[in-house]
């Protein structure tokens, strides 16, 4: 079973209240991550990474570097720490990409029954 | 017997290719890293069995890669490219100020005695260092912060720092090439630095002869006389007797002195090696010839090789990165093309063959001779 899957099942041990505000809880954080940076990480398509705090976009990339190093400066840059223009952030139909970094994400992903999208802008013609 | 292993840098990966001494038949490896561009694939001369790839991607950014198994496994090391303080700002190509952004990696050139040092040249252009073997980068900002750095404009592959150059008898002196600055010599390991551009001339430019704008395609040297450097300009084939001080156009006879690539054979120091390219706006062969030019007379004269390599309606380009030697006697010659074509000699370019066809867009090759 995929890991993530596992930690939906299991639920979130973030509770509403971490929404929008600092938890003393850690909230497990479901990613889903496009397929060139899971080839890069070895990873599977969604993972979940643990966010201490608030759950934000900020946070969760955050979380995500330093739990999987080799994604260091690939969805944000490193030094403006802006999100790459070919990378976009959506959560159920929400697209966050141009949201605040610093904005809660919406309940539906700290509680683990949605995940972070981080999707990679289509290319071809 | 020896072995030679080509270190392949394409549009869509890293491919690894090895010959024995013959070099007739290749066996091909790869892609490493499919689906990202890899600019450049560098084996460390202190240690032949570490690599480095520079992986990068207009989505994901930049990822350096490292093996230490001869590119049979890598290892993603470090990414941080910061600039030392407020990088400030280049002229963007409509003249105006833009702050500098680093974009990637487009050239690593491994330390000639330390497995663990490798420079990297970046777009935007600056220099930087790693003493750790690719786990932290450190800028020598010298080069960037020199007075005309705010002068600089791009090539239209972007402001970046493609050459360079180190010199084997004193680890304190380096030329690098930066498109579209020109060449910057350093005598104190990279604290300052100073223009070496005297002879070059850009018609594009308003002062042609100006100290900084011209766009350099790559510079190579000799080991055994390093103070002498040859230059692919734009258009123009130079040379240098004086490490850079100063520069006189050898482009002589070539059906067209514009081009990327030029390589130097491995035992004859007067021996050199060109693909003319038709013109800057068309990226391919005049009359859809592929010639390799060679000239044994560091320049000036010049014979067209052509055996082996495709005569007719042949419209690819051979980038800056593309060509390369192997040490072996006699020396070996190879270059990759736009159309995934990279062919070898084994006869210091007398004769042709694919060592390998049908790979993405070729953007780097690199030569290992292996004991």
Known sequence: MNPASTAAASGSSAGAGAVGGASAVAARVRVRLPAQLQKLAQLPAEIVVQVDGAVTQRAVIDALEREHPVLGGTVRDRATGKRRPFVRFFAGESDLSNASPDEPLPAAVCESREPFVVLGAIAGG | ?371
Request: charged share 20%.
């Open chain 2, 1 to 371: 017997m020896s072995s030679v292993r080509l270190l392949v840098g394409t549009r869509k990966g890293a491919f690894v290719l090895t010959s024995d001494g013959r070099r007739e038949r290749w066996k091909v490896e790869g892609p490493h890293f499919g689906g990202w561009e890899v600019y450049h694939v560098a084996g460390s001369k202190a240690n032949p069995e570490r690599i480095w790839a520079s992986q990068t991607s207009s989505w994901f950014g930049q990822v350096l890669q490292r093996s230490d198994d001869g590119g049979k496994t890598w290892l993603a090391v470090g990414n941080e490219f910061s600039y030392e303080g407020d990088p400030g700002a280049h002229l963007w190509y409509d003249g105006t100020p833009r702050p500098w952004e680093f974009k990637r990696v487009w050239h690593l050139e491994p330390s000639l005695d330390d497995p663990d040092l490798v420079w990297a040249g970046v777009e935007d252009a600056a220099l930087f260092r790693s003493e750790d073997g690719g786990k932290s980068w450190q800028e020598l900002p010298g080069l960037r912060l020199h007075p005309s750095g705010p002068r600089w404009q791009p090539g239209a592959g972007g402001l970046c720092l493609h050459t360079i150059v180190l010199h084997p008898g004193d680890p304190a002196r380096m030329v690098v090439a930066i498109s579209a600055a020109g060449v910057l010599s350093t005598r104190d390991g990279g604290s300052t630095w100073a223009p070496a551009n005297r002879g070059l001339r850009s018609q594009f430019l308003p002062e042609p002869e100006a100290e900084v704008g011209h766009c350099v395609h790559k510079v190579v040297a000799h080991p055994s006389r390093p103070d002498v450097l040859y230059m692919q300009k734009h258009w123009d084939v130079m040379r240098s007797d004086d490490w850079g001080a100063s520069w006189q156009e050898v482009s002589g006879d070539l059906p067209s002195d514009f081009g990327f690539a030029i390589g130097v054979h491995a035992h004859e120091p007067e021996t050199i090696y060109v693909v003319p390219i038709t013109s800057d706006s068309e990226h391919y062969p005049p009359e859809g010839k592929l010639r390799v030019y060679r000239s044994r007379t560091g320049g000036g004269d010049w014979e067209a090789l052509t055996e082996g390599l495709p005569q007719a309606h042949c419209y690819v380009d051979v980038l800056r990165d593309a060509m390369t030697v192997d040490s072996l006697e006699p020396c070996g010659v190879y270059f990759g093309t736009t159309g995934g074509q990279v062919y070898a000699s084994a006869d210091a370019g007398d004769t042709w063959a694919p060592a390998a066809s049908n790979l993405p867009a070729v953007l780097s090759v690199e030569a290992q001779t292996l004991p």
